[in-house]
């Protein structure tokens, strides 16, 4: 069966104080053992005061972003060695802030090498991937997902395949507040596995676990993950109360019967 997972995308949010009350939080109303994996990605500079603050706990460390290269003159960059080396289990690799607006945006082209050189250093990527609101009007959802599965993924073995989570996030839901509808997510979910079991087989697919992400909170998520393909949720806004937090992840327990 398929890990069900629940992780929090901090983004550029949290003062240090902040990001250490809310794993304490979390850690109390979540429990120290839980029946679906559960993450927290802070901003890089907090990395090292959450694995401090969530040794014991049921949660498991990420970050938002890594380069590709191991070390060297590449300023303010930050390898996959050193997100291994603070801690972390998993690095969130092509968010669409990433691709479409931080700088002049990542492609697919680099979010290859990254997800390559995170499994090198023997990190879990969770690879970002979703459509703009234009190209799902335009009937190119499916052909957008495609592209990006198979341009993200180049190269990799079924192997290391089994490693990774894919996280469909439309870009039209992320920080809107308007979500896909459960079916939408579902729809987009299954076709993300047909693809997947195109490049890496049935078992492979069918293995892999799916989160949705895109305004996902705690109103909604019980719905959300109730669709047969929906394997857990990316969570931003909504990762940062403790509440509504804790809320998506017992959803995901209940809704999955665990
Ligand atoms: P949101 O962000 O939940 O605030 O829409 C999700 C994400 O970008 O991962």
Redesign the pocket.
Known sequence: MRKIFV?G?W?MNMTKAEAAALVDGLAKTLGSSLPVEVAVCPPFVYLDTVADHIKGTAMKLGAQNCYFETKGAFTGEVSPQMLLDVGCTFV?IG???RRHTIGKGECDGMINKKVHAALKAGLKPIL?IGEKLEQRDGNQMEAILTQQLKDGLAGLTAEQMATITV?Y?PVW?????R?ATPQQAQDAHVHIRKVLAEMFGQAVAANTTIQY?????AANAAELMAQKDVDG???????LKIDDFTKIVQAAVKAKGL
């Open positions: 992780a995308n983004k969130i968010h669409s802030e970002a996280a996030e839901a992320i920080g809107t507040g979500n992400g895109g305004s996902m909170n949720g990316l969570i931003g806004g909504a990762s």
